[in-house]
């Protein structure tokens, strides 16, 4: 395991990752306005073509690597549930697909080190349930056309790409 500087490092690291406005732009599009209702839903969304489930797999593929690193013991378990709360969010969301999901890309790892992560949380299924009502939420909000849609781009940002325009 590493020191608590050291992870505190990795931490910070992940944190300005997040801030990249591409993945910035991707993580708002998972949250506020992908609300799948089958596994079907979420396969042709990962599975789809490339420029159409980049934001999906970008944020996915962040949160599972970022809780690899927790798996691997890079960063404690207590210090990145504590800084984050955003994967729980995605667990949540994405958890009553899993197993359908996995079954159907043979694939009985995928996002693996998210659950190992959110499972290490203190009463995991109290937080889950949380993020179940805000996910729940926010689809009620989309269904009745009162989510904005697509993250708001800095004027420096580069004009055109971001999740909104590939899909």
Do not use: C
């Amino acid at each position: 395991m590493a020191d608590a500087a050291q992870a505190a490092g990795v931490l910070l690291k992940l944190y300005e990752l997040r801030t990249e406005p591409t993945l910035r732009q991707a993580r708002a599009w998972f949250a506020f306005e992908f609300h799948p209702s089958t596994a079907r839903e979420v396969l042709s969304t990962w599975l789809g073509p490339g420029h159409l489930s980049a934001p999906y797999r970008m944020v996915t593929t962040y949160w599972d690597m970022a809780a690899s690193l927790v798996v691997q013991g890079a960063i404690p378990a207590d210090m990145f549930n504590e800084a984050n709360t955003e994967h729980v969010a995605l667990f949540a969301k994405l958890r009553p697909f899993l197993s359908d999901v996995r079954a159907a890309t043979e694939y009985p790892d995928y996002l693996r080190n998210l659950e190992q992560v959110v499972a290490m949380l203190p009463q995991p299924e109290k937080r889950i349930a949380i993020f179940e009502r805000y996910m729940t939420r926010q689809r009620a909000l989309a269904a009745e056309g009162r989510q904005q849609l697509g993250y708001p781009r800095s004027p420096d940002s580069e004009q055109g790409g971001g999740p909104r325009a590939a899909i």
